[in-house]
């Protein structure tokens, strides 16, 4: 019976559904946290009686049609890149962006990630590094003895050196930028790559045109809205017991038929 193979795609989508779901609200206080949705399309229809069709020898056209659908598909899983809030820490090392960009980081292999997480920490050697250890590009190194870290909204970073009263610009945290955010491909530790879908990266400054600004002592939380989330999450519950239901009655409704040719 059709209708079985049908209920199981719908299943199966909420299925998914609430793995996407769990996902958002096991990551709600992750860092700069992108959220995603799962979209869906119905599968193709079998057409018993095509809209249009000339319905009798006199020309009549039917005015509606018989099609029973397949069920439903997964089409994606994008991430909703929106903005999330600001929340204050007072640490000197965490930076979050305001608008557009990305953090780009060197990996020991000498390709780059890019990430919204701005948690950074300082290693042995003075560098701003990702929790990982990974510098932060362009690689700013702070000296020894080196007091009253700023991060400006461009990015700048300035410090205060022995025997000085003035601060030093020692360097710069650069911001990247992608034509299609929604094509960067997550690998893990709050960290993405660039893709084809991404196009290529654009390197630039904070405040500069179509960048965002730099916030220090500041975090990006995620951006993943619990209530909707918790609407959600019901709504694939629900659905997926209805689809169950139906595989229930298609299989009695097989039964019965079965046992009138007995």
């Given at each position: 019976m059709r209708a079985l193979d049908t209920a199981a795609t719908g299943m199966a989508a909420m299925d998914l559904q609430?793995?996407?779901?769990?996902?958002?609200?096991?990551?709600?206080?992750?860092?700069?946290?992108?959220?995603?949705?799962?979209?869906?399309?119905?599968?193709?229809?079998?057409?018993?009686?095509?809209?249009g069709a000339q319905a009798s020898e006199n020309g009549n056209i039917l005015p509606v049609g018989i099609e029973l659908g397949s069920g439903v598909k997964t089409v994606g899983t994008p991430r909703l890149m929106t903005q999330g809030t600001l929340s204050q820490t007072g640490n000197s090392l965490d930076v979050?962006?305001?608008?557009?960009?990305?953090?780009?980081?060197?990996?020991?292999?000498g390709t780059f990630n890019y990430t919204r997480d701005g948690s950074f920490q300082m290693d042995n050697q003075g560098r701003i590094v990702t929790a990982q250890g990974n510098p932060v590009q362009p690689t700013?190194?702070?000296?020894?003895?080196?007091?009253?870290?700023?991060?400006?909204?461009?990015g700048q970073v300035s410090v205060t050196l022995p025997g000085s009263t003035a601060s030093s610009i020692i360097g710069q945290i650069g911001l990247t930028r992608f034509i299609n955010k929604g094509g960067l491909n997550p690998v893990g530790s709050?960290?993405?790559?660039?893709?084809?879908?991404?196009?290529?990266?654009?390197?630039?400054?904070?405040?500069?045109?179509?960048?965002g600004s730099i916030t220090q002592g500041s975090l990006e939380q995620s951006n993943v809205d619990v209530v909707s989330e918790m609407s959600n999450l019901i709504t694939a519950?629900?659905?997926?017991?209805?689809?169950?239901?139906?595989?229930?009655?298609?299989?009695?409704m097989m039964q019965t038929t079965t046992a009138l040719f007995r």
């Open positions: 609430v793995q996407v779901i769990a996902g958002n609200l096991a990551n709600m206080t992750t860092t700069g946290f992108k959220s995603q949705r799962a979209e869906f399309q119905d599968l193709i229809y079998e057409h018993v009686q095509r809209i979050a962006i305001q608008g557009t960009g990305w953090f780009k980081i060197l990996l020991p292999d700013i190194t702070i000296p020894n003895n080196a007091s009253g870290l700023t991060v400006n909204a461009q709050n960290q993405y790559t660039d893709t084809p879908s991404s196009g290529p990266p654009q390197d630039g400054t904070a405040n500069a045109e179509g960048y519950q629900r659905a997926y017991e209805m689809n169950s239901k139906v595989i229930s009655a298609a299989d009695q």
